[in-house]
C-alpha cells in the first residue's frame, strides 16, 4: 500500500504559477513511476504528466507541454509539479498516482494503482 498526500493547490489569477507537491509513504518510493492527473466539474478524469521511477524520463499532455514541469525527489519520496501560466481552463481537482508496473509512463488513469485525495486549483481570469 501506498498513501500519497497531495498540497500546493490554490487560488491564482491567470498568468501566475502553482507549485504542488505530493508526499509518497508506505512503500519503496523508486518502485513507483508517477503521475499527475487532474479532473475538472463535469468533466472526466484527464492525464497531466508522469515521470518514471528514476526521472529520467517524462511525458507531458500537449496542453500543458511548456508550461508545466514534473519532478521528483527520491530521497524525499516527493513528486511535484510546477504550473507556469496558468489559465482559467487549467481550473480542476489535482491528483497524483503511483504506478508500479516496471518501465512505465502511461497516461491511463487505470494503469495506476494508488491516488491522493487531490488539491483544488483555481485559476481566475
Known amino acids: 500500500q501506498v498513501q500519497l498526500v497531495e498540497s500546493g493547490g490554490g487560488l491564482v489569477q491567470a498568468g501566475g504559477s502553482l507549485s504542488l507537491s505530493c508526499a509518497a509513504s508506505?512503500?519503496?518510493?523508486?518502485?513507483?513511476?508517477m503521475g499527475w492527473f487532474r479532473q475538472a466539474p463535469g468533466k472526466e478524469r484527464e492525464f497531466v504528466a508522469a515521470?518514471?521511477?528514476?526521472?529520467?524520463?517524462?511525458y507531458y499532455a500537449s496542453f500543458v507541454k511548456g508550461r508545466f514541469t514534473i519532478s521528483r525527489d527520491n530521497a524525499k519520496n516527493t513528486v511535484s509539479l510546477q504550473m507556469n501560466s496558468l489559465k482559467p481552463e487549467d481550473t480542476a481537482v489535482y491528483y497524483c498516482?503511483?504506478?508500479?508496473?516496471?518501465?512505465?509512463?502511461?497516461?491511463?488513469?487505470?494503469?495506476?494503482?494508488?491516488w491522493g485525495q487531490g488539491t483544488q486549483v483555481t485559476v481566475s481570469s
Open positions: 515521470i518514471k521511477r528514476n526521472g529520467d524520463n517524462t
Open positions: 508506505g512503500r519503496t518510493f523508486t518502485n513507483y513511476a
Open positions: 498516482a503511483a504506478d508500479r508496473r516496471i518501465g512505465a509512463l502511461s497516461i491511463r488513469p487505470y494503469e495506476y494503482d494508488y
